[in-house]
């Protein structure tokens, strides 16, 4: 983004993204956070991955406003992708963050769980199955 070149271009890889410590802040730029598919520590960029470094960011912010050291860091070494393959066949993928091991590619034929059990995230995010657009 144009901030980042403004302020931190030394941090900015040259794939785009955005070099971070594991404590999710830009080197030389402690009050910077990156935070997700812009930052260097995600080999696959998903979801579940990201949401674990928002809640690495939100407890090292609130240290740095209580004037302590963050502390907090991202640790996550594996990942995948989870795609549906229609009503109740699905594509897993799941890989090293750091590309060390191969991919390895499951497809599933799910007995009545209908879109991968969708449901059960919805649940665990607290979301309102009942309105879409919340």
């Not at 302020?7 to 956070?33: C, M, W, Y």
Request: net charge negative; hydrophobic share 35%.
């Amino acid at each position: 983004s144009e901030p980042i070149r403004e302020l931190a271009k030394e941090s900015i890889n040259s794939d785009g993204t955005i070099h971070v410590l594991r404590t999710l802040q830009v080197e030389k730029h402690p009050r910077i956070f990156a935070v997700g598919d812009v930052n260097d520590l995600l080999h696959i960029k998903s979801v579940r991955p990201a949401i674990g470094q928002v809640e690495v960011a939100q407890k090292n912010i609130i240290s740095l406003l209580r004037g302590e050291t963050p502390e907090a860091t991202f640790e996550n070494n594996a990942a995948g992708i989870h795609l549906t393959l229609g009503l109740k066949r699905d594509v897993y993928c799941k890989q090293t963050q750091d590309g060390s091991s191969p991919a390895d590619i499951e497809v599933e034929d799910d007995e009545g769980l209908e879109d991968m059990g969708v449901e059960f995230m919805w649940n665990d995010l607290g979301a309102d199955k009942n309105d879409f657009w919340a």
